[in-house]
């Protein structure tokens, strides 16, 4: 416990950054936010190394806080502040309901000069949604702020799916192990298609997570899905090598 306190009040936590793409023309729109760890004696850890740890702690409200906080400072730096991209930020589901950790969020941005549409606050279920018209109103709160709100991971086992999808989110992130089952398995095809048909409808937007070779990008286009995230397109990135990486990310281009 006084390790995970120490990692939030020091610099033991640090971000890095995973492009998002148009896939109709490989234009950058935005950023995920992704936290690490640095630890003396393990190295970097990658989230599901610290992440549930803080969350039994009761510390998931100051993580999501201090890596909004440092998300925000980069992405309002000299060097990409130009690009104007959009920055993910994951927001637990215990999270969404702390009141403070949304004036938190508000304030930062505020701080950092960055406007709210630049925001989008994506909801990750470590429990499952058990009052979805609490869910609705953050939601709606978020959105009337100007925030953008993407549901994440959704796949066909998601409890109470059909109830989320019916709050005002602005988009849905298709779970990574769906994207890479679709060449193979006919029910992530299908699931896939009902997904990009329903988004169609409610003016959501359809991103693909785990997007690793061009077969799958190729796919996902034929089937209408808008963005995609993986490691076809970049692995999580330091800060100071977006602008490198959006310098030399080919657009407008099929991809190789």
Not at 176 to 190: E, P
């Amino acid at each position: 416990m006084s390790e995970l306190h120490a990692a939030l009040a020091g610099s033991s936590i640090d971000t890095r950054y995973q492009p998002i793409v148009r896939v109709a023309d490989r234009m950058p729109v935005a950023v995920e936010v992704l936290a690490r760890m640095n630890h003396p004696a393990h190295g970097t850890l990658l989230p599901n190394r610290f992440v549930p740890q803080m969350e039994d702690a009761g510390l998931a409200p100051a993580l999501t806080e201090t890596v909004t906080r440092r998300a925000f400072a980069d992405m309002s730096s000299p060097a990409l502040a130009p690009y104007r991209l959009g920055i993910a930020v994951n927001f637990p589901l215990d999270v969404l309901f702390v009141p403070s950790a949304l004036q938190s969020l508000d304030m930062r941005r505020r701080e950092a000069g960055i406007r709210p549409q630049q925001v989008i606050v994506e909801l990750t279920e470590s429990r499952p949604v058990e009052d979805v018209a609490a869910l609705r109103r953050v939601v709606e709160q978020l959105r009337h702020v100007g925030y953008g709100v993407v549901i994440d991971d959704i796949q066909p086992d998601v409890p109470q799916l059909n109830a989320l999808l019916d709050l005002p989110f602005t988009g849905v992130k298709l779970d990574k192990a769906i994207v890479q089952a679709l060449a193979t398995d006919a029910r992530a095809r299908a699931f896939t298609d009902g997904i990009v048909a329903l988004a169609a409808t409610r003016g959501l937007t359809v991103t693909a997570e785990g997007v690793e070779d061009s077969a799958t990008w190729d796919r996902l286009a034929d089937m209408g899905v808008e963005q995609a995230q993986g490691y076809l397109i970049a692995r999580p990135l330091l800060a100071i090598a977006v602008p490198v990486w959006l310098r030399r990310w080919p657009r407008r281009q099929a991809a190789d």
